[in-house]
């Protein structure tokens, strides 16, 4: 039934009797399928395969989009009227609806006359609203002859609500014009992140020196979030530490809804593909409370099943932990590219990852982290926690001292906060390897604009939030160092290189030669760098 009402619902907002048309054409579809007669009774047919050409779509000048309206009021005026029978809702004729007027003169054509205001496809893809006034509300919910239903909620000039269904699709819509940027942005829906995010679980530590003690040398550290409960959020508002909520109920999520230095409620460790619709569950009854902070549900990458906890859950970000260096390493370039393309996929959602602590070689964790930067990973959970401190000299009225191993990882989470500005918001565009290649890994197009040259070197490129073009560059290699060159194939006007030491942009060298422009840096072992280019024409 679902299904049934939202296949061409449209909501006009602003104009005389919009409310009427909207639940007469909703009535209209309703009975008439009910009745098993008219033009949309409910008689299954064969499935077929629908093929849509390519092709280019501009948006509306302003003049169409006024005349379409327009012409759409009047026709649409004369039906709002009572029938001779003097039933409140127009259009309605016969007991059991049989009756109905041909649908060229019908409410339906309200939809035929809207519909290519409202939607455009180019192909399998879908172009939302490329004809309609900018400063005209609607909401309307219309599915495409090739499966794909968009649900939007336009408003005071803002996007408040746009659902792609299926959510895996959601990467095939796009907007034009004035609407560029507000489809880019509302596709992912409300939740945004507002840094990347490194997180502490603290374990006993937490609780023995305190929090303010521990705050202390996170900030040392550069941990900027805390995995905790409702108890620890006062005090780690005040220190302007992220959090990452456990122990949530919806009375947590009414409460917190509206802070915003909450991160996600955690629902779940992880589970197996049959508990992804129980998790769709949670998702709606706190999104219906909160739709700001996310439900966070860990998913393992060995378990797989992603595609469908898309639509099962319909999340706002994914998160999920493969211990590489432990289980299955040759997969490891897998599972990051696995979860790059389903955050693709469902709009551009963040991903987090838990990174593993290891005690043989802490270089290991660095690499970690360096791979995951270039895959577009947002945040990292570090398990477990009380590693970062030296346990044996922790003093309950002191800051808890590093570990050898939280010194490793306070160089990374130094790494992570100096491309935090440039990559929050940035969109992963495409990871490419150097020799040799791993697993599920390759090579730059030989027509691409940029190609790297060296051993053990992965790039990962970026577009901002501005359009700036970024490029994060790491060693794969955590035995020594390695030189990567990149060679341009267009005018590269500048290039900058971030200085992960006071986290500011320095001017790169680019080589000139003979038109042909080429970039050379050091990575030092597992490590990553950031540099952003300035195309010339």
Known sequence: ??????????????????????????????????????????????????????????????????????????????????????????????????QLPPTMDGLDSLVDSLRPMLIGMTGKRVCVLPGWPIDQDISFRIDTVTGLGVDVVYRDREIKRLEVYPKQRTSEVFGLGPYEKKVREALPGPFKMPAMISFLSPSWVGPRVGLDNLFVTMKRANFNGLEGSLADFETSKKAGIYMLMHGVTPWTAHTLKDEKTVISYYMSDRRRPSSFPYFGTLRQKYEAIDPFHPTEFTTYSQYGGIEFFLDAVRPRMLEYYDYHWQRQAHLHFHFLEYYRRMSIAAGGIPVFRFVHVHGDNVIKMRQTVSMSLAYGIKAFKWWVGWTMFDIHKVVETEPPPLSDIGKEVSGINNTIASFSPSLTDARSLAVYHTDPLPTSTVKAPTDYWVKPEGEHIVMGVFEGSKGEQFIVLGNRDISSEHEVILNFTNKVKSIQHMNKKNRNWEEGHLMNDQGKFRFKLKLNQGDAELIKVVLGE
């Open 1 to 98: 039934m679902e299904q049934l009402l939202n296949r061409g619902s449209i909501f006009l907002s602003g104009i005389e009797n919009g409310s009427k048309v909207s639940k007469a054409l909703v009535l209209r579809r309703y009975l008439s399928a009910c009745s098993g007669k008219g033009p949309h009774s409910l008689n299954p047919g064969p499935i077929k395969e629908i093929h849509i050409p390519e092709r280019e779509i501009a948006y509306w000048p302003q003049e169409r989009s006024e005349k379409a309206i327009e012409n759409v009021l009047k026709m649409v005026k004369p039906l709002l009227k009572l029938n001779a029978k003097g039933s409140p809702f127009p259009g309605f004729w016969g007991s059991d609806f049989s």
